[in-house]
């Protein structure tokens, strides 16, 4: 999609350096941000959890597997696992709440939400905050690029000389408006996923989720409000979500009559 709004950008450019420096500074200024959060999302590290000597373990085992005696299986550390959270057989090594396993990176992600193959890389809980500025920049530059075609078209002429004269710019338009229409639309998504503290995992496939699947569907245990939320999601760094997890759910248990 970058590529896309890149190629479509270089008529629309061509215009607008040759009539208003502003439009023209100001798309390159949202090119290069735009191009800065795709690589910070893309080399970044989106939180991978450690791993283990593979050698050590060969089963996915949660916590509630583990602490049934009937079960036949090898000794494990249990203290870094809390109720909810899984056993990685592939990573060999605890999986912490809010994380899961990616098959395509071959690594278990904190606070997962997906794999994006146009990143090339896992959005997680280190880079999710540059993936989603991408987003807003790609959006913003897709927008701009738009506006600037539409007012470098000439509006003289027969339809068909209006057409001969503009038809670069029409495509090129119509394609900005698109992508523009497309990354609004995952920005706009993304966004309510960060105020509402949740992410694409959580919100899609709750019912499979061992910490969310018991818990009532508009319970959020991760939420601390939409402000708070979007200051951690923008500025925050790794969090202890299992901490979080069971202090939240003891309070609301502590609340029940």
Same mark, same amino acid.
């Given at each position: 999609? #970058?590529?896309?709004?890149? %190629? /479509?950008? @270089?008529?629309?450019?061509?215009?607008?350096? !040759? *009539?208003?420096?502003? $439009?023209?500074?100001?798309?390159?200024?949202?090119?290069?941000?735009?191009?800065?959060?795709?690589?910070?999302?893309?080399?970044?590290?989106?939180?991978?959890?450690?791993?283990?000597?593979?050698?050590?373990?060969?089963?996915?085992?949660?916590?509630?597997?583990?602490?049934?005696?009937?079960?036949?299986?090898?000794?494990?550390?249990?203290?870094?696992? #809390?109720?909810?959270?899984? %056993? /990685?057989? @592939?990573?060999?090594?605890?999986?912490?709440? !809010? *994380?899961?396993?990616? $098959?395509?990176?071959?690594?278990?992600?904190?606070?997962?939400?997906?794999?994006?193959?146009?990143?090339?890389?896992?959005?997680?809980?280190?880079?999710?905050?540059?993936?989603?500025?991408?987003?807003?920049?790609?959006?913003?530059?897709?927008?701009?690029?738009?506006?600037?075609?539409?007012?470098?078209?000439?509006?003289?002429?027969?339809?068909?000389?209006?057409?001969?004269?503009?038809?670069?710019?029409?495509?090129?338009?119509?394609?900005?408006?698109?992508?523009?229409?497309?990354?609004?639309?995952?920005?706009?998504?993304?966004?309510?996923?960060?105020?509402?503290?949740?992410?694409?995992?959580?919100?899609?496939?709750?019912?499979?989720?061992?910490?969310?699947?018991?818990?009532?569907?508009?319970?959020?245990?991760?939420?601390?409000?939409?402000?708070?939320?979007?200051?951690?999601?923008?500025?925050?760094?790794?969090?202890?979500?299992?901490?979080?997890?069971?202090?939240?759910?003891?309070?609301?248990?502590?609340?029940?009559?």
């Amino acid at each position: 999609m #970058s590529g896309t709004i890149s %190629y /479509c950008l @270089v008529p629309v450019l061509n215009k607008a350096w !040759r *009539s208003n420096d502003t $439009y023209f500074l100001t798309a390159i200024f949202l090119l290069f941000v735009s191009l800065l959060f795709y690589l910070l999302a893309a080399i970044r590290d989106p939180g991978y959890t450690p791993r283990q000597d593979p050698s050590t373990q060969n089963q996915v085992l949660s916590l509630d597997t583990l602490e049934n005696p009937k079960t036949d299986i090898p000794a494990l550390d249990l203290s870094h696992l #809390s109720r909810g959270s899984n %056993y /990685c057989r @592939v990573c060999c090594a605890p999986q912490p709440i !809010r *994380s899961k396993h990616c $098959y395509t990176c071959g690594r278990c992600v904190r606070r997962f939400d997906h794999h994006c193959p146009w990143l090339g890389n896992c959005v997680g809980e280190r880079n999710h905050r540059f993936f989603w500025l991408f987003l807003g920049c790609e959006t913003a530059l897709a927008l701009w690029g738009f506006i600037i075609a539409c007012g470098a078209m000439s509006r003289s002429g027969t339809v068909l000389e209006w057409l001969k004269a503009n038809l670069m710019l029409l495509v090129c338009s119509l394609i900005l408006l698109l992508a523009a229409f497309t990354t609004g639309i995952l920005f706009v998504y993304h966004s309510y996923l960060m105020l509402c503290g949740q992410t694409t995992w959580e919100q899609a496939c709750r019912h499979r989720i061992s910490y969310l699947k018991e818990l009532d569907d508009v319970y959020n245990p991760f939420d601390e409000g939409g402000c708070s939320n979007a200051y951690r999601f923008v500025c925050g760094g790794t969090r202890d979500w299992d901490q979080m997890y069971s202090a939240t759910i003891n309070r609301r248990v502590s609340l029940q009559p």
